[in-house]
């Protein structure tokens, strides 16, 4: 977001076309961003607006009621913060004024770190998808709404997210949520006994 003076901090790491990224921000002071389930919506439908305007190819998603992730695809003409600063900007002032509210909804500028193997590309993935299960939000991973997860393992159709890519490394839609839920009910698992231990 900006500063007081309206001019946007600098980012140091570099941003290359073609390349893959994982984006994240939580709320300021980490607070919510998402009051009820209108403000989702409004999110993902900005979020489909300016993806195809600045040509970024969004291939995972989770909105959760202090944070959000995103995994994407830069277009060749690298336009993300072009993108970013427009979604942001635009939901912010639509919060702000639904709930007469003033200044940062988010928590300084959106957090990036490139994915640069395809290892790391499925388990970032994973990783996005359970996070509400794992945050409690939810007792089942494909129930929460507001996540990509749902669309990868049923035939929903979403016009924000680009399935191909993640999908062409799996036999099928089941061979990933195989995937996704083994490792969340062995963490899940791993997790009570730790608690039961005291550990």
């Not at 607070?31 to 979020?47: G, Q």
Request: charged share 30%.
């Amino acid at each position: 977001m900006f500063l007081k003076n309206n001019i946007v901090p600098f980012r140091k790491e570099k941003i290359e076309s073609g390349s893959l990224y994982h984006v994240y921000n939580r709320g300021n002071n980490k607070d919510k961003v998402f009051f009820e389930e209108d403000n989702y919506l409004y999110f993902h439908r900005l979020l489909h607006k300016y993806s195809q305007e600045y040509r970024i190819k969004v291939h995972v998603y989770c909105y959760m009621p202090n944070h959000y992730h995103l995994l994407v695809r830069i277009g060749d003409d690298n336009k993300l913060s072009d993108m970013m600063r427009k979604w942001i900007l635009a939901y912010t002032k639509a919060i702000n004024k639904r709930y007469n509210r003033v200044g940062h909804l988010f928590q300084d500028r959106y957090k990036i770190k490139k994915v640069d193997s395809i290892e790391y590309y499925l388990q970032l993935s994973r990783y996005i998808h359970i996070n509400t299960f794992f945050a409690s939000l939810v007792s089942s991973i494909n129930v929460w709404k507001h996540s990509s997860y749902c669309k990868y393992i049923s035939d929903e159709i979403d016009k924000v997210i680009s399935t191909d890519f993640l999908l062409s490394h799996f036999k099928d839609k089941n061979a990933y949520r195989e995937f996704v839920e083994t490792y969340a009910r062995e963490k899940f698992e791993e997790k009570s006994k730790n608690i039961w231990r005291g550990t």
